[in-house]
Nanobody, 119 residues
């Protein structure tokens, strides 16, 4: 069982920045594919960014250049740096981990952290 705990959300003005963090339990965090998803009010959850164990990052096309995903395996933590935020970035942000297992990857979710972009 893997537990993911997000932090770093809050209220920010348009044009501002936030850094989200997600701490994972589990002793082999370095083998996880980790990612961030978001869900705006009334919309489906969508991928923001994902980061494979080898370091390959994948971003939603609309967010390239503004958002950066990174990880610190020594701290079992994945980060999402968000810059030049707009009201359209408002929503719940959820940490995701895909954990290798003998039966295929198991997927885990955090409870989410809320981001509100407003003046």
């Amino acid at each position: 069982q893997v537990r993911l705990v997000e932090s770093g959300g809050g209220l920010v003005q348009p044009g501002g920045s936030l850094r989200l963090s997600c701490v994972s339990s589990g002793s082999v965090f370095s083998t996880f594919t980790v990612g961030w998803y978001r869900q705006a009010p009334g919309k489906q959850r969508e991928l923001v960014a994902a980061l494979a164990p080898g370091g390959t990052a994948n971003y939603a096309d609309s967010l390239k250049g503004r958002f950066t995903i990174s990880r610190d395996n020594a701290k079992n933590t994945v980060y999402l740096q968000m810059n030049s935020l707009t009201p359209e970035d408002t929503g719940g942000y959820y940490c995701n981990a895909k954990v290798p297992s003998g039966f295929g990857p198991r997927e885990y979710w955090g409870q989410g952290t809320q981001v509100a972009v407003s003046s």
